[in-house]
């Protein structure tokens, strides 16, 4: 038997849940059970009340507003709780249409992948602004890069996880889970895809986007942690590059003057030199000790993936 369970992150989602609710599916070819999960993140209206009045079947309740990644490790939590062999997250503003619901998770029920992320016309979404659009870009182009993935849309939060993807999940970011997850799957070398899907009018502003200002800094500041968590050796040698680098061009600089006998002897140069090259290679050094801490954290991992198994097998 086949279980869906679509899930919700909810925060005063009262207006535009009962909408969202009304859209999703109770039956679909190839799925024997449907069930819904609601996460409520500490809401301060009738988020709940109208959950219950459609008819959820699950709802996970947070005493106090944790964010949005936070909110959606529990609803993952809950829904392998539950016994869901394929797990579909939406958002509770319908922003995705649910009617590609069959389109996000036909991979998996093929067994052609274990991830399915849905892509957004991002180009014909008009109330994305032009620096939106920029963002998304980049952010998507940053998580290729790092996951060695082709997810065109990563910010996307449409997406579906076979069960022993779904069990392989860590977000040690607190302010999206979109961009860590698929560079985990990548790392992790599991199977993710990407399928076009469609997307519904706007009801109601971002909650992650409250100024495009924020936006930026916050996804810098997401996307630079994502890649020293993930990629350590590569970001600090990088890094690193740039002081060590400069440091040399400087010291061969001093070294022609002194070829050339020059009177000054240029020795703040000299010193700043020997500065500059000494914080790159203390970069890299950082790089190679974080390295080795990653590739801790990945036994750790395996260690909390096999406890999973057991506690949540079927």
């Not at 038997?1 to 909810?10: G, N, R, S």
């Not at 009045?53 to 990644?69: C, K, T």
């Not at 502003?205 to 200002?213: K, Q, W, Y």
């Not at 002897?265 to 203390?282: E, V």
Request: charged share 20%.
């Amino acid at each position: 038997m086949t279980k869906l369970i679509i899930q919700i992150p909810c925060y005063n989602e009262e207006r535009s849940l009962g909408i969202t609710l009304n859209e999703l599916p109770r039956q679909l070819r190839g799925i024997d059970v449907i069930e819904w999960l609601v996460i409520d993140d500490g809401s301060r209206d009738r988020t709940v009340e109208v959950a219950q009045a459609y008819g959820v079947d699950h709802i996970v309740r947070l005493a106090n507003n944790q964010g949005l990644a936070k909110a959606f490790m529990a609803g993952i939590e809950a829904s392998l709780k539950a016994g869901a062999d394929i797990i579909v997250n939406t958002d509770a503003d319908n922003q995705y249409c649910a009617a590609d619901i069959p389109l996000l998770i036909e991979p998996i029920l093929l067994q052609e992948a274990e991830i399915v992320v849905g892509a957004r016309p991002i180009k014909e979404i008009r109330h994305f602004s032009p620096s939106k659009k920029l963002l998304q870009k980049l952010g998507s182009w940053v998580v290729r890069l790092a996951s060695n993935t082709k997810i065109p849309d990563a910010p996307s939060g449409f997406r579906a996880f076979s069960r022993e993807a779904a069990m392989q999940l860590n977000v040690f970011n607190n302010y999206t889970y979109t961009l860590e997850t698929i560079i985990q799957a990548g790392q992790k070398g599991m199977a993710i895809t990407s399928v076009p899907i469609r997307t519904n009018p706007i009801l109601r502003p971002s909650r992650l986007v409250r100024s495009i200002p924020s936006y930026v800094m916050r996804s810098l500041f997401t996307i630079l942690r994502i890649f020293m968590l993930y990629k350590p050796l590569r970001f600090f040698a990088l890094l690193g590059s740039l002081p060590f680098s400069l440091g040399v061009l400087l010291g061969v600089r001093w070294l022609v003057y002194f070829l050339i006998g020059t009177e000054r002897t240029r020795i703040p140069s000299l010193i700043l030199a020997a500065i500059l090259i000494l914080i790159g290679f203390q970069l890299w050094m950082f790089g190679l000790v974080a390295d080795l801490m990653a590739a801790n954290r990945r036994l750790i991992e395996e260690v909390q993936l096999r406890l999973r198994r057991k506690d949540l097998g079927k």
